[in-house]
């Protein structure tokens, strides 16, 4: 009889009974004065959750998408950007910006470190910068920035924008909009909310959206923030048809949410991520991020010596999980697990249990129940 497979992948995560349940639902009019109350509502707990005074916006479509919002509605061509890369994701925004002819200046780190907070406050005083870009988690290395940090430096430069792609740690690592000085934090809801892909999610702090008003007309369409705001004040109000069914997915996901707790759930994530990058350590694997600065929300497990990528991940697979390859430069060298949004207990010790089967399986040296015993033993702690 063949295991149940469970996506561990750094997103799409596994996604719950009740928020499966939503998207079944009979499809309703955009219209309905129930489908309008409820679109309010999220959009409202949004608002409210991540701590804006500013506007929220949740529009069908990709991460991917809102990082273009994100660029088209607080920069013009000319304009100076700062983009802080902690991998293959940060480094995204370069395309996006320099196709709108934005000037780029880029601050790398090495893969599995951040930039230093000192770092980036040293080149924002070389010239004003309109905005600064950084990926709270890079997808790509797991390392986290130090967000918080970085937006109480930013206070120091008043005109200039902090973008932060939340996109591998919004609803999983702590992020409070107004309160950190994030200008616009932008994510998807197919990672630590648990929802399937398909809605782009975007914070505007007010001033960003005082940018925004200070840029006229853009040359975009579909992702204009004077599009959608009235729609977002007002969701009986029509520009495109809303992704219905994903709104009311969404919507569980933040009902989820404020049953947990924000802080609840921030926590959890922390206690998950150390845990099962201990059991990973213990079981022969190295953490490509550094220590001190993992993401809570996936690991990037670089293998020891002797195991082939391509078979081990197959192995996974044929034991019932999926994880996604490493990329660039460590494609063939690791694999990337997701441990974020409404995973469960038993999903995460069904997972090592089955990683200990693949090294079994690989003719590695394995004591088996190690690292199930590891992870217990944290999360128990």
């Not at 955009?30 to 109350?37: K, L, M, N, R, Y």
């Not at 007010?206 to 940018?211: F, I, N, Q, T, W």
Request: proline share 4%; with cysteine; charged share 25%.
């Amino acid at each position: 009889m063949k295991n149940k497979r469970l996506v561990m992948i750094p997103g799409p995560t596994p996604v719950t009974r009740s928020i499966q349940d939503q998207m079944g639902r009979e499809v309703a009019a955009f219209g309905d004065p129930a489908f309008v109350q409820d679109y309010k509502e999220l959009i409202s707990d949004l608002k409210t959750l991540w701590r804006t005074e500013g506007e929220v916006f949740v529009v069908a479509g990709t991460g991917t998408m809102a990082m273009e919002m994100a660029i088209a509605n607080t920069l013009k061509k000319g304009d100076n950007l700062l983009i802080v890369s902690h991998g293959f994701f940060g480094d995204r925004f370069i395309d996006l910006a320099e196709r709108k002819g934005i000037t780029v200046d880029v601050l790398s780190s090495e893969w599995g470190q951040i930039v230093p907070v000192a770092e980036i406050e040293s080149k924002l005083k070389e010239k004003t910068y309109q905005a600064v870009t950084v990926s709270h988690v890079d997808t790509s290395t797991g390392v986290c920035a130090p967000v918080e940090e970085i937006g109480k430096m930013m206070e120091q430069f008043q005109d200039t924008l902090l973008i932060v792609d939340g996109v591998c740690a919004t609803a999983g690592e702590k992020e409070y909009v107004d309160d950190m000085n994030i200008d616009v934090l932008l994510t998807g809801t197919q990672k630590a909310f648990g929802v399937p892909p398909g809605l782009a999610i975007l914070w505007a702090g007010p001033k960003a959206m005082e940018r925004r008003k200070s840029l006229g007309t853009i040359p975009e369409y579909y992702v204009d923030f004077d599009k959608w705001l009235p729609i977002m004040h007002d969701p009986s109000k029509y520009f495109a048809t809303p992704a219905i069914n994903m709104v009311w997915a969404l919507k569980e996901s933040v009902n989820i949410i404020k049953e947990e707790g924000t802080e609840a759930r921030y926590a959890r994530h922390q206690r998950t991520g150390k845990a099962m990058q201990a059991a990973l350590e213990g079981l022969g694997f190295s953490i490509l991020a550094d220590k001190n600065h993992r993401a809570s929300t996936l690991s990037n497990v670089i293998y020891p010596e002797g195991i082939d990528d391509a078979k081990f991940r197959g192995l996974l697979y044929e034991e019932g999980i999926i994880v996604a390859g490493g990329l660039a430069a460590y494609a063939g060298k690791m694999f990337r697990l997701g441990h974020m949004g409404n995973v469960d207990m038993h999903d995460l010790v069904a997972t090592l249990a089955t990683i200990e089967r693949a090294l079994y399986r690989s003719g590695q040296p394995v004591e088996l129940g190690k690292g199930v015993g590891i992870f217990m033993k944290e999360m128990l702690q």
